[in-house]
Protein backbone atom coordinates (compact mmCIF):
# COMPACT_ATOMS: atom_id res chain seq x y z
CA UNK A 1 0.00 0.00 0.00
CA UNK A 2 2.55 2.25 0.91
CA UNK A 3 4.84 1.51 -2.36
CA UNK A 4 1.32 2.08 -4.46
CA UNK A 5 0.90 5.77 -2.27
CA UNK A 6 4.40 6.76 -3.21
CA UNK A 7 4.06 5.73 -6.97
CA UNK A 8 0.52 8.01 -7.38
CA UNK A 9 2.34 10.82 -5.39
CA UNK A 10 5.52 10.65 -7.31
CA UNK A 11 2.84 10.94 -10.77
CA UNK A 12 1.00 13.30 -9.28
CA UNK A 13 4.09 15.33 -9.06
CA UNK A 14 5.42 14.94 -12.32
CA UNK A 15 1.89 15.96 -13.85
CA UNK A 16 1.98 19.23 -11.84
CA UNK A 17 3.72 23.10 -12.30
CA UNK A 18 3.25 24.12 -9.26
CA UNK A 19 4.24 22.48 -5.93
CA UNK A 20 0.53 21.22 -4.91
CA UNK A 21 0.54 17.77 -4.70
CA UNK A 22 -2.71 16.83 -6.46
CA UNK A 23 -3.65 13.37 -6.30
CA UNK A 24 -1.67 12.69 -3.07
CA UNK A 25 -5.08 11.12 -1.34
CA UNK A 26 -5.40 8.71 -4.74
CA UNK A 27 -7.57 5.84 -3.78
CA UNK A 28 -5.62 2.10 -2.19
CA UNK A 29 -4.36 0.06 -4.66
CA UNK A 30 -7.10 -2.09 -3.90
CA UNK A 31 -10.15 -0.16 -4.79
CA UNK A 32 -9.18 -1.33 -8.19
CA UNK A 33 -10.41 -4.53 -7.87
CA UNK A 34 -13.60 -5.93 -6.31
CA UNK A 35 -14.58 -5.87 -2.92
CA UNK A 36 -13.70 -8.42 -1.07
CA UNK A 37 -11.82 -10.27 -4.19
CA UNK A 38 -8.32 -12.04 -3.87
CA UNK A 39 -6.53 -9.41 -5.94
CA UNK A 40 -8.13 -6.95 -3.35
CA UNK A 41 -6.53 -8.47 -0.38
CA UNK A 42 -3.06 -9.29 -1.66
CA UNK A 43 -2.99 -5.14 -3.02
CA UNK A 44 -4.20 -4.16 0.31
CA UNK A 45 -1.77 -6.38 2.18
CA UNK A 46 0.80 -5.63 -0.36
CA UNK A 47 2.85 -8.66 -0.24
CA UNK A 48 1.88 -12.13 -1.04
CA UNK A 49 3.26 -15.66 -0.82
CA UNK A 50 4.72 -17.19 -4.34
CA UNK A 51 5.38 -21.52 -4.54
CA UNK A 52 8.36 -22.17 -7.15
CA UNK A 53 10.74 -24.10 -7.59
CA UNK A 54 14.46 -23.96 -5.28
CA UNK A 55 16.47 -26.95 -7.62
CA UNK A 56 15.13 -25.92 -10.97
CA UNK A 57 17.58 -24.26 -13.50
CA UNK A 58 16.44 -21.28 -15.81
CA UNK A 59 12.54 -21.47 -14.21
CA UNK A 60 13.24 -21.57 -10.74
CA UNK A 61 16.92 -21.88 -8.55
CA UNK A 62 17.74 -20.50 -5.26
CA UNK A 63 20.99 -18.72 -5.54
CA UNK A 64 24.13 -17.56 -3.48
CA UNK A 65 22.27 -14.97 -2.28
CA UNK A 66 19.22 -17.04 -0.84
CA UNK A 67 16.61 -15.48 -3.68
CA UNK A 68 15.08 -17.85 -6.28
CA UNK A 69 15.74 -16.53 -9.96
CA UNK A 70 14.14 -18.52 -13.09
CA UNK A 71 11.50 -18.10 -15.94
CA UNK A 72 9.05 -19.20 -13.33
CA UNK A 73 10.17 -16.18 -10.34
CA UNK A 74 9.76 -13.36 -13.02
CA UNK A 75 6.35 -14.61 -14.49
CA UNK A 76 5.14 -14.63 -10.86
CA UNK A 77 6.72 -10.80 -10.50
CA UNK A 78 4.72 -10.05 -13.94
CA UNK A 79 1.14 -11.20 -11.73
CA UNK A 80 2.63 -9.42 -8.37
CA UNK A 81 3.36 -6.05 -10.43
CA UNK A 82 -0.34 -6.26 -11.76
CA UNK A 83 -1.61 -6.01 -8.27
CA UNK A 84 0.43 -3.25 -7.31
CA UNK A 85 2.93 -5.20 -5.18
CA UNK A 86 6.95 -4.91 -5.57
CA UNK A 87 9.24 -7.74 -6.71
CA UNK A 88 11.05 -7.35 -3.12
CA UNK A 89 7.56 -7.58 -0.96
CA UNK A 90 7.08 -11.15 -2.25
CA UNK A 91 7.53 -14.07 -0.20
CA UNK A 92 8.87 -17.21 -2.29
CA UNK A 93 8.87 -20.26 -0.92
CA UNK A 94 10.11 -24.04 -1.46
CA UNK A 95 7.27 -26.24 -3.29
CA UNK A 96 8.54 -29.12 -5.04
CA UNK A 97 6.79 -31.20 -6.93
CA UNK A 98 5.83 -33.45 -4.09
CA UNK A 99 4.24 -30.34 -1.99
CA UNK A 100 2.71 -27.96 -4.69
CA UNK A 101 -0.73 -28.92 -3.85
CA UNK A 102 -0.60 -29.04 -0.35
CA UNK A 103 0.73 -25.93 -0.61
CA UNK A 104 -2.13 -24.47 -2.58
CA UNK A 105 -4.82 -26.32 -0.56
CA UNK A 106 -3.43 -24.97 2.52
CA UNK A 107 -3.04 -21.66 1.90
CA UNK A 108 0.66 -22.12 2.50
CA UNK A 109 0.70 -20.29 -1.39
CA UNK A 110 -1.04 -17.41 -2.90
CA UNK A 111 -0.19 -19.25 -6.05
CA UNK A 112 2.47 -21.97 -7.50
CA UNK A 113 4.60 -21.12 -10.57
CA UNK A 114 6.31 -24.25 -10.40
CA UNK A 115 7.07 -26.00 -13.70
CA UNK A 116 3.43 -27.17 -12.45
CA UNK A 117 2.00 -29.41 -14.90
CA UNK A 118 -1.79 -29.09 -15.17
CA UNK A 119 -3.17 -32.83 -15.06
CA UNK A 120 -6.78 -33.92 -14.80
CA UNK A 121 -5.70 -35.18 -11.29
CA UNK A 122 -4.35 -31.85 -10.14
CA UNK A 123 -7.42 -30.09 -11.23
CA UNK A 124 -9.57 -31.78 -8.86
CA UNK A 125 -7.90 -30.30 -5.68
CA UNK A 126 -6.53 -26.52 -7.66
CA UNK A 127 -7.63 -23.99 -10.43
CA UNK A 128 -5.15 -23.63 -12.72
CA UNK A 129 -4.47 -19.97 -14.26
CA UNK A 130 -2.60 -20.33 -17.58
CA UNK A 131 -1.17 -22.29 -19.25
CA UNK A 132 1.79 -20.21 -19.86
CA UNK A 133 4.46 -22.20 -21.50
CA UNK A 134 4.31 -25.71 -22.85
CA UNK A 135 7.35 -27.80 -21.60
CA UNK A 136 6.70 -30.51 -24.06
CA UNK A 137 8.91 -33.29 -24.74
CA UNK A 138 12.20 -32.58 -27.04
CA UNK A 139 15.44 -33.99 -27.81
CA UNK A 140 19.01 -33.02 -27.38
CA UNK A 141 22.07 -34.10 -28.69
CA UNK A 142 25.87 -32.90 -28.81
CA UNK A 143 26.43 -29.41 -30.40
CA UNK A 144 28.44 -31.12 -33.20
CA UNK A 145 26.50 -34.21 -33.76
CA UNK A 146 24.23 -33.14 -37.38
CA UNK A 147 22.48 -35.98 -37.68
CA UNK A 148 20.14 -35.90 -34.25
CA UNK A 149 17.64 -33.12 -35.52
CA UNK A 150 14.37 -33.81 -33.69
CA UNK A 151 12.21 -36.67 -32.80
CA UNK A 152 12.25 -38.46 -36.20
CA UNK A 153 16.07 -39.05 -35.37
CA UNK A 154 15.05 -41.68 -32.75
CA UNK A 155 13.16 -43.56 -35.07
CA UNK A 156 16.88 -44.95 -36.50
CA UNK A 157 17.21 -48.41 -34.80
CA UNK A 158 21.00 -47.57 -34.34
CA UNK A 159 20.28 -44.42 -32.20
CA UNK A 160 21.18 -45.05 -28.48
CA UNK A 161 18.58 -42.33 -26.63
CA UNK A 162 18.18 -41.68 -23.11
CA UNK A 163 15.58 -41.37 -20.72
CA UNK A 164 14.66 -41.47 -16.86
CA UNK A 165 13.19 -44.08 -15.08
CA UNK A 166 9.74 -43.28 -13.81
CA UNK A 167 9.75 -40.43 -16.43
CA UNK A 168 5.66 -39.46 -17.42
CA UNK A 169 7.18 -39.27 -20.97
CA UNK A 170 8.36 -42.53 -21.38
CA UNK A 171 5.44 -44.18 -23.08
CA UNK A 172 5.72 -41.36 -26.04
CA UNK A 173 9.31 -41.41 -26.30
CA UNK A 174 9.15 -45.48 -27.03
CA UNK A 175 6.34 -44.78 -29.24
CA UNK A 176 8.46 -43.06 -31.88
CA UNK A 177 11.25 -45.88 -31.53
CA UNK A 178 12.19 -48.29 -34.05
CA UNK A 179 13.56 -50.84 -31.18
CA UNK A 180 12.75 -49.50 -27.68
CA UNK A 181 14.78 -52.67 -25.82
CA UNK A 182 17.67 -51.98 -27.60
CA UNK A 183 17.48 -48.38 -27.79
CA UNK A 184 16.80 -46.80 -24.94
CA UNK A 185 18.97 -46.27 -21.99
CA UNK A 186 17.55 -45.69 -18.49
CA UNK A 187 18.94 -44.18 -15.72
CA UNK A 188 17.50 -42.73 -12.11
CA UNK A 189 18.55 -38.85 -12.47
CA UNK A 190 19.40 -36.62 -16.03
CA UNK A 191 22.47 -35.97 -14.62
CA UNK A 192 23.80 -39.68 -15.94
CA UNK A 193 22.11 -38.99 -19.45
CA UNK A 194 24.21 -35.97 -19.47
CA UNK A 195 27.14 -37.38 -18.65
CA UNK A 196 26.41 -40.45 -20.59
CA UNK A 197 25.61 -38.21 -24.04
CA UNK A 198 29.47 -36.43 -23.09
CA UNK A 199 31.17 -39.49 -23.41
CA UNK A 200 29.20 -40.79 -26.16
CA UNK A 201 27.37 -43.46 -24.80
CA UNK A 202 23.98 -42.36 -26.19
CA UNK A 203 23.54 -40.21 -29.09
CA UNK A 204 20.52 -38.19 -27.58
CA UNK A 205 18.41 -37.23 -24.45
CA UNK A 206 15.21 -37.11 -24.13
CA UNK A 207 12.63 -35.21 -21.72
CA UNK A 208 10.77 -31.94 -21.36
CA UNK A 209 12.17 -28.67 -21.82
CA UNK A 210 12.88 -27.78 -19.10
CA UNK A 211 15.24 -31.09 -17.72
CA UNK A 212 16.89 -30.01 -21.29
CA UNK A 213 17.18 -26.05 -20.80
CA UNK A 214 18.79 -26.59 -17.12
CA UNK A 215 21.34 -29.60 -18.68
CA UNK A 216 22.22 -27.54 -21.58
CA UNK A 217 23.06 -24.00 -19.88
CA UNK A 218 25.54 -26.17 -18.04
CA UNK A 219 27.13 -28.02 -20.16
CA UNK A 220 29.04 -24.95 -21.93
CA UNK A 221 27.68 -24.92 -25.30
CA UNK A 222 28.68 -28.93 -25.26
CA UNK A 223 24.38 -29.56 -26.06
CA UNK A 224 22.07 -28.13 -28.01
CA UNK A 225 18.33 -29.09 -28.30
CA UNK A 226 16.48 -30.10 -31.76
CA UNK A 227 13.56 -30.48 -33.43
CA UNK A 228 10.10 -29.88 -32.55
CA UNK A 229 7.82 -31.21 -29.34
CA UNK A 230 6.32 -34.83 -29.15
CA UNK A 231 4.33 -34.46 -25.88
CA UNK A 232 2.62 -31.66 -24.61
CA UNK A 233 3.18 -30.74 -20.75
CA UNK A 234 1.61 -27.70 -20.17
CA UNK A 235 2.79 -25.33 -16.93
CA UNK A 236 -0.16 -23.33 -15.44
CA UNK A 237 -0.44 -20.78 -11.74
CA UNK A 238 -1.79 -22.95 -9.13
CA UNK A 239 -4.40 -21.30 -7.16
CA UNK A 240 -7.32 -21.97 -4.66
CA UNK A 241 -9.95 -24.34 -6.07
CA UNK A 242 -12.50 -22.21 -7.26
CA UNK A 243 -11.28 -18.98 -7.60
CA UNK A 244 -12.44 -18.49 -11.23
CA UNK A 245 -11.98 -14.32 -10.59
CA UNK A 246 -8.29 -14.58 -9.53
CA UNK A 247 -8.04 -17.04 -12.30
CA UNK A 248 -9.18 -14.78 -15.42
CA UNK A 249 -7.57 -11.82 -13.48
CA UNK A 250 -3.91 -13.85 -13.78
CA UNK A 251 -4.53 -14.92 -17.06
CA UNK A 252 -5.82 -11.65 -18.28
CA UNK A 253 -2.25 -10.09 -16.35
CA UNK A 254 -0.31 -12.85 -18.65
CA UNK A 255 -2.14 -11.95 -22.12
CA UNK A 256 -1.08 -7.74 -21.36
CA UNK A 257 2.41 -9.46 -20.50
CA UNK A 258 2.52 -10.73 -24.22
CA UNK A 259 1.37 -7.33 -25.71
CA UNK A 260 3.77 -5.37 -23.22
CA UNK A 261 7.21 -7.46 -24.03
CA UNK A 262 7.22 -8.39 -20.01
CA UNK A 263 6.77 -12.06 -20.77
CA UNK A 264 9.40 -11.64 -23.76
CA UNK A 265 11.41 -10.14 -21.24
CA UNK A 266 11.69 -12.30 -19.04
CA UNK A 267 12.14 -15.49 -21.17
CA UNK A 268 14.73 -13.56 -22.56
CA UNK A 269 16.28 -13.02 -18.94
CA UNK A 270 16.07 -16.50 -18.01
CA UNK A 271 15.48 -19.63 -20.34
CA UNK A 272 16.23 -17.40 -23.26
CA UNK A 273 19.78 -17.38 -22.58
CA UNK A 274 20.07 -20.97 -23.78
CA UNK A 275 17.07 -20.96 -26.54
CA UNK A 276 16.34 -17.34 -27.19
CA UNK A 277 13.42 -17.95 -29.13
CA UNK A 278 10.64 -16.84 -27.06
CA UNK A 279 8.05 -19.40 -26.94
CA UNK A 280 4.30 -18.82 -28.00
CA UNK A 281 1.55 -18.71 -25.26
CA UNK A 282 -0.62 -21.65 -25.31
CA UNK A 283 -4.26 -21.46 -25.13
CA UNK A 284 -5.61 -20.48 -21.94
CA UNK A 285 -7.78 -23.89 -20.49
CA UNK A 286 -11.25 -22.37 -18.44
CA UNK A 287 -10.96 -20.78 -15.13
CA UNK A 288 -13.27 -23.26 -13.12
Not at 3 to 8: D, G, K, M, P, Q
Not at 47 to 71: A, C, E, I, R, S
Not at 154 to 165: L, P
Not at 240 to 249: A, I, L, R
Request: proline fraction near 3%.
Amino acid sequence: MLIATAAAVALALAGCSGGDVAGADKPKASANFPKGSTMAKLAEAGTMTVGTKYDQPLFGLKGLDNQPTGFDVEVAKIIAEDLGIAAEEIKFIETNTKVRDEAVMSGKADMVVATYMITEDRQTRVTFAGPYYNAGTLTMALADNDKITGVESIGDKSVKVCGATGSADLDAIKSHMADPGAQLVLFDVYSKCADALRTGQVDAIAADSTILLGLASGSKGKFKIVGESYLDQLFGIGIKKGDVEFCKFINDTLTASVKDGRFAAAWKKTAGTVVAEVPAMPEFIPCK
